[in-house]
């Protein structure tokens, strides 16, 4: 908790943040420094305060709407694409319902309703958002249209006044936010307010309760619902997550069922029974969905534990934890992690769904363990807690490795590289270097934290390859910069962000130990963070 000249800033335990306040010589400084930076913010005249369902002023008319959309063939495309971008965009649509009505549309503009125009202009804006980001395109036209989608997708909702609900309006509400977090370089508090407009609302429309319940909602319009709600519950646990505040929705809250296993050519509007799910062997595009709600659902577990602000029995830590390891080994064999070495022929959007598992997986770990790294636990019987913290943190880690090698031009993830540029992953490798340099902290400051030559070395080499990181992302992101103001000096790594023509070029001589000055593990204690080695 912090108090400012803007008022007060509460992030849970949990949070990078939280852990980087920890280290008792960034505080001072970095209230000092955060401070002025909100200062300096009330002289500068922002774009954009947040996402624009918040603030945005409307004038359009429905024939205005109307209007904006772009001629048949270019529309097409753009269906086309976000249809193709499994793994990309939610999986909340019917591919063949939507085409149904997407011809009607064509036929009859003025018949349709304003959320269903939402819907069409969400989808054309994420599907530009794609494209740019997969072809590098530097069109300056790309970003007016993703504004102007943007932008349409907001009035076609407000003009719907889309707190009453209504069809498509949750839909085109999902799209909006994957949308704004396509945009979010960092985590931003207004993203999590319009998740928590967007849960109220599907509660007041009774998507938390399984459809199979009520005779009036039929085979089809039930497991659309079902997909629908698991999104909405993934985002919750997402956003939350990366505010590290509880999440709005807990297990007893709801009673829906998991979606099936299902292709979209398996039922339509005229199925009177569901068929029954395709075999986990068998890649859908709901399979995913699937996949991530049951380390969800474990990370909704481990939220409510960590944001609990009563004193839990260290057993409840234990059972959690054996119960995440079990939910990894109940992963569809598709999405369980394997070594690049032997996922040569695997599809980029598989590997990179393994990468996004993992992270969870990891992160809910730290979560779990993390208190127990605190000199209040330093008995004997938290040294598994404390060494389960440490590896998970490591690991992370090693995963921002991968991705930056695997996301360059001839990397296995080139082609889905936009998805690890969003706020999501990158709240993980900052839990994951904060983790690091608090124990590292310890280690300095007190006798008692042994750091075994081992992990020692392992500490060192994965901070020492992943700081150029950070200093590439600090042209863009302002939590990447905040790693590289004040983890850089206390780590005595004195690499500084040097603009070149694209922006982001560092200078790697600044960053790693001159040639030939290798540390042996005997050497390798807290002078080396502290540049006297180097």
Known sequence: MRRHSHGVNYVGSGHWAAVLDSISELREHYEEEEEARMLASDQILRPSPGPRLLYEPVQDSKADLLAAIPSRPVVDRMVARYFNAQGVVPEILHRGHFLRE??????????????????????????????????????????VRVNLFREKTIHCLILSEYTRGGDYVLETLVNYLTSEMFLSND???????????????????????????????TPFAGEMRRRLWAVIVQLDLRLSSQMALPRLLKLQHYDTAEPRNLLDTDFDEATTDLPPSRPETEVTPILYSLAKSRIDQMNGLVSDLVNDTGERPYSEILELNRKLQEAEASLPPNFRWQPLSQSLMVPPQIVMHRVLLQLAIQRQTIWLHRKYLTPAYSQAQYESSRSVCVQAAIKILEFQQIVDEETQRDGLLYPVRWMFMSSRPQAVFLLGISILCYYIQLTKTRPDVALDAETGLKIHNHLRSTYPLWLRSSAVSREARRVVEHLGPLLGLRGQPEPSLDGVTTNPSHVYPPQGSLITLDQLDWDTYEGKLW
């Open 187 to 217: 985590g931003e508090i207004g993203l999590w307010l319009v998740q928590g407009m967007l849960v109220q609302l599907a509660l007041s429309l009774g998507y938390h309760r399984d459809p199979q319940k009520f005779a009036n909602i």
């Open 102 to 143: 997407y011809g009607k549309f064509w036929q009859e503009p003025e018949t349709a309703s304003l959320a269903w125009v939402g819907l069409l202009f969400s989808m054309m804006c994420i599907t530009t958002q794609y494209q740019q980001s997969i072809e590098d395109s530097d069109d300056p036209e790309t970003p």
